[in-house]
């Protein structure tokens, strides 16, 4: 079980010594599930990206914006929102950590067959 308060400690602290102002640590791995710690020093930014099948961000510190097309998404510690599914990107407004979950595929249809045949 990873502790998120020590991870969110130590990568924001890795964060802001760093040149670009960002830590990350994928800690879960489950199929196509995921789970990230990203940590970003206060003005630092995650360049534009394409967005997972599914992903939400909860702020566990701090205050982030997301950014896609002509829309934005300002979040603070304590918030959760869904990632949008289009080209985004996320600046830090101040020093911050943010945990990502996000699906990397699709699952596999479920596909049943009818056996009264």
């Known amino acids: 079980m990873d502790d998120l308060t020590r ?7 890795q964060a802001l010594q760093a040149d670009h102002g960002r830590s990350a640590h994928l800690f879960l791995r489950d ?5 990230s710690v990203i940590a970003l020093a206060g003005g630092a930014r995650l360049e534009e990206h394409e ?13 982030v914006v997301i ?4 829309d934005q998404l300002a979040l603070r510690a ?5 990632v949008p599914q289009e080209r985004h990107d996320l ?8 945990l990502l979950t996000s699906v990397t595929a699709n699952p596999e249809p479920v596909v049943v067959y009818d056996t009264r045949r």
């Open 7 to 13: 991870l969110a400690d130590e990568h924001l602290a």
């Open 67 to 70: 950014r896609w097309g002509a």
């Open 91 to 98: 600046t830090a407004v101040s020093d911050a950590v943010v």
């Open 51 to 63: 967005a997972p099948p599914a992903a939400s961000v909860q702020v566990l510190r701090g205050e």
């Open 31 to 35: 199929g196509p599930l995921r789970q």
């Open 78 to 82: 304590g918030q959760l929102a869904r």
